[in-house]
T-cell receptor, first 112, second 117 residues
């Protein structure tokens, strides 16, 4: 079953603006991961943040994790048209270790 | 980087026939692979965990006899959709986790678009 909920479900912004997506989950996790999916394609791993980490950066991406609130956010700065895609958070649970449980995803559209 | 190759990318089959989808880890060994199903504009639903040398672990509600999984080697897992029907039409994606565990995200195949007519 899906345990993650993402907010917003869809986001449309102008190129150059920042995009923020949020993810909430229900159970204790080992780590949380963000993935990107272009339409009709497989998923590309963006960033992994462990349960004992609070913030992580990778290029224009910034991920935060608040385990007390069971939530995470993904910030894409200085967005580009090529960032248009669906973004999913996925949690690796402590129990049944290897399975990833995906959120519902945010469809991001960057308008040129 | 770690690559997972999935074939075919698209397949159209007639109702009642079976379709096999292959998932290969190209540059690492994967004792465990995962099969997902994705409906249009929806999230990924985990169908089963494929275990090398042993039976697959299916998620609740997934028919074992309908979706046969074989993981005969450390680099290959196959999903066979048996006696396919139009409601089986979907996007199927496999994934594996390259070592070391816990250090990296999962690597996904490019997906297979199955259309049953």
């Amino acid at each position: 079953s899906q345990q993650g909920e993402e907010d917003p479900q869809a986001l449309s912004i102008q190129e150059g603006e920042n995009a923020t997506m949020n993810c909430s989950y229900k159970t204790s996790i080992n780590n949380l991961q963000w993935y990107r999916q272009n339409s009709g394609r497989g998923l590309v791993h963006l960033i992994l943040i462990r349960s004992n980490e609070r913030e992580k950066h990778s290029g224009r991406l910034r991920v935060t994790l608040d385990t007390s609130k069971k939530s995470s956010s993904l910030l894409i700065t200085a967005s580009r048209a090529a960032d248009t895609a669906s973004y999913f958070c996925a949690t690796a649970l402590i129990q049944g270790a290897q399975k990833l449980v995906f959120g519902q995803g945010t469809r991001l559209t960057i308008n040129p | 980087g770690a690559v997972v190759s999935q074939h075919p990318s698209r397949v159209i089959c007639k109702s009642g026939t079976s379709v096999k989808i292959e998932c290969r880890s190209l540059d690492f060994q994967a004792t465990t692979m995962f099969w997902y199903r994705q409906f249009p504009k929806k999230s990924l639903m985990l169908m089963a965990t494929s275990n090398e040398g042993s039976k697959a672990t299916y998620e609740q509600g997934v028919e074992k006899d309908k979706f046969l999984i074989n993981h005969a080697s450390l680099t290959l897992s196959t999903l066979t959709v048996t006696s396919a029907h139009p409601e089986d039409s979907s996007f199927y994606i496999c994934s594996a986790r390259p070592p070391p565990e816990g250090a990296h995200g999962y690597t996904f195949g490019s997906g297979t678009r199955l259309t049953v007519v």
